[in-house]
C-alpha cells in the first residue's frame, strides 16, 4: 500500500505548482502521468527527498523561463527529473539515450 | 526527426512522441534497476487523480443518499461518519440541504477547505470578493453560480475555520432512484459539496 497523496507533493506552489483543472491534476498526455508516477514513487523509496527534486523543477523552469522557452510543465519536470538522477548516478544519459533508440525502433519492447 | 540533436535532450522543444518514448525509455531503464515498479506507478497516478479532488466527498455524499442511518450518523458527528469510510485528519461538520434550506460554505478569513473530502480549493474560493460576498449577498453570489432559489428558501452560511471545517449534504435529484451508491457519487460535484451547486440528475432521467 502506498502512502496517501502526500501534501508535500499536491501543494507544492509557486512556479513548481502541478497544473490542475478544478482543483484536480491535469495530465494532459499519459507519458506526463508516468513521469509524475515515477517520481513521486522514487521519493516514497527514498531514492531522493522530495525537496531535492522540487529544488531542480523549481530551478529548470526557472532556466526555461529565462531562456524564453515555450516548453510545458512536465517538459521541464521531465528533464529535472533526468538532471536529478544523472547527478545521483542512478541513470546515465548514453543508456537513456540508447534504450530510446530501441524503443523507436522497435528493437525493444516496452517491458511493463 | 529534425537533424539538429541535441544529445541530452536539453531545453528543446520536442515532439510529444519523442517525449513519450524517452520516458518509457526512463521507465523502462528505472524498472529493470529496481528502482521503481510498473505497479506502484499506475497505483501513485491513480491516487494522486482520484484522491485529490471531490471523489472522496462525492462517496460520503452518496453513501448518506442511500443509507438513512449512515445520513443520521453524519449528520450527528461528521468527523466520526467520515472515518467509517476511511476518510479523516479534519473536524468536520456537515449541513444538509432541505427542499427550505440551502446551505453555502465559505472561509471569510482565508481559504479553510475539507481537502480530504474534496481536493484542492478552487480559485474563487480563496477569492476576496467570494469570501466578502458570499455572506453579504448569498443569493446574488448564487445567482451567479447558476443556482436561481426561490426567495421562500432560507440560505444557511457557514463560516470554515481552521478548527472545524463544513461539508454540504445536497439533495439528491429527483429520478434516481435506480442509480447505485458508484453511480450516484458520479453525479455529486465539488460545488454542490461547498453550496454553490446542486446535484443534476444524469441526463436521460426523468425528473
Known amino acids: 500500500m502506498d502512502p496517501l497523496p502526500s501534501r508535500e507533493i499536491a501543494d507544492m506552489s509557486g512556479a513548481a505548482a502541478l497544473p490542475r483543472k478544478n482543483g484536480e491534476l491535469v495530465f494532459n498526455e499519459a507519458w506526463q502521468g508516468r513521469i509524475f508516477g515515477m517520481t513521486v514513487a522514487m521519493s516514497h523509496e527514498a531514492c531522493f527527498a522530495w525537496r531535492e527534486f522540487q529544488a531542480h523543477l523549481i530551478e529548470e523552469i526557472a532556466h526555461a523561463e529565462r531562456e524564453g522557452e515555450s516548453t510545458s510543465y512536465y517538459e521541464r519536470w521531465l528533464q529535472a527529473f533526468e538532471q536529478l538522477l544523472t547527478d545521483k548516478g542512478l541513470i546515465d544519459t548514453d543508456t537513456l539515450a540508447e534504450r530510446t533508440r530501441d524503443l523507436q525502433s522497435g528493437r525493444r519492447d516496452d517491458v511493463f | ?207
Not at chain 2, 531503464?29 to 515498479?37: F, G, H, T
Not at chain 2, 453524519?74 to 468527523?79: F, I, P
Not at chain 2, 485528519?89 to 475539507?114: I, K
Request: hydrophobic share 40%; with cysteine; charged share 25%.
Open chain 2, 1 to 207: 526527426m529534425s537533424g539538429g540533436h541535441d544529445e541530452h535532450g536539453h531545453h528543446h522543444r520536442e515532439p510529444e512522441s519523442v517525449l513519450s518514448l524517452r520516458v518509457r525509455a526512463l521507465e523502462s531503464l528505472l524498472v529493470e534497476k529496481k528502482l521503481v515498479s510498473s505497479e506502484a506507478v499506475d497505483r501513485i497516478v491513480s491516487a494522486y487523480e482520484q484522491d485529490i479532488g471531490p471523489h472522496n466527498g462525492a462517496k460520503v455524499v452518496a453513501r448518506a443518499w442511500v443509507d438513512p442511518a449512515y445520513r443520521a450518523r453524519l449528520l450527528a458527528d461528521g468527523t466520526a461518519a467520515i472515518e467509517e469510510l476511511g476518510f479523516g485528519g479534519v473536524d468536520l461538520q456537515v449541513v444538509e440541504n432541505t427542499p427550505g434550506v440551502h446551505n453555502m460554505v465559505v472561509c471569510t478569513l482565508c481559504s479553510c477547505y475539507p481537502h480530504a473530502l474534496i481536493g484542492l480549493p478552487p480559485v474563487w474560493y480563496k477569492s476576496f470578493e467570494y469570501r466578502s460576498r458570499a455572506v453579504r449577498e448569498p443569493r446574488v453570489v448564487l445567482r451567479e453560480f447558476g443556482v436561481d432559489l426561490p426567495e421562500s428558501t432560507e440560505i444557511r452560511i457557514w463560516d470554515s475555520s481552521a478548527e472545524l471545517r463544513y461539508l454540504v449534504l445536497p439533495e439528491r435529484p429527483a429520478g434516481t432512484e435506480r442509480l447505485n451508491e458508484a453511480d450516484l457519487a458520479k453525479l455529486v460535484t465539488r460545488d454542490a459539496m461547498i453550496g454553490v451547486a446542486v446535484v443534476k440528475p444524469p441526463a436521460g432521467a426523468s425528473h
